[in-house]
């Protein structure tokens, strides 16, 4: 693991839908993908701050989300945000120091796939254990992290918190222990062998850097 910063004014990468609820600032910006368009519910985006931070309407979401980032550093807050590692915000603006929590790809795929989080989506792809589903999965969990791979290599010192081992990794970070002090991993959940083979294969590179065996 790379060298760990202080996390005062943390950014927490993530995408495990429990820990940040829908009224984090972030998720005002979903389902866009385009970062390269203004904030059209820049006054949203701004309530959900709690007023503390006003989006720009000038500004591109990505120039928004970096000032963000800038004034929870400069103001030693700490934030979520939901889905940003996927369009490679952090290596792309030199954002250093963010918490990239990571959870087993099987359950935070059945746990994104819940009917009152995303049934509309789950049904055009076919249900959860549909093969559209699995490679949807597969493909945001590797983005995930491959935007921390990134971040460590252009030294941003990244810190990698595993959601199975989240106090044990939170530890060797100065002051962010406490942060993670209450979670505690959930059981597995039952899932299909067939889905989980699936799923094992399309994120193998990446899951073997990050833990020591498949069933945890």
Known sequence: ????????????????????????????LMPSTDYDV????????????????????QRTIEQNLVGLCDWVRANDH????NNSSIQSLFSRNDIRSVVFLVRHPIDSLISWAKPERHGDTLELLGGQSSE????????????????YFRCVEADLQPVLVRYEFAY?????????????????????????????????????????????????
């Open 1 to 28: 693991m790379p060298p760990y910063a202080d996390p005062a004014g943390s950014l927490l990468a993530a995408n495990l839908a429990e820990l940040h609820p829908a009224a984090e600032p972030s998720e005002v």
């Open 38 to 57: 203004t904030v059209s519910n820049y006054d949203v985006f701004s309530e959900r701050c709690h007023g503390r931070y006003a989006a720009d309407p």
């Open 78 to 81: 700490f934030v979520v945000l």
């Open 132 to 147: 559209a589903a699995v490679d949807y999965w597969g493909l945001r969990w590797n983005q995930h992290v491959d935007e």
């Open 168 to 216: 044990e990794d939170a530890t060797h970070a100065p002051g962010l222990a406490p942060v993670f002090a209450e979670m505690n991993p959930s059981t597995r959940p039952t899932y299909e062998r067939a889905m989980g083979a699936r799923l094992r294969e399309l994120v193998a590179d990446n899951y073997d850097k990050l833990y020591p065996r498949w069933d945890i």
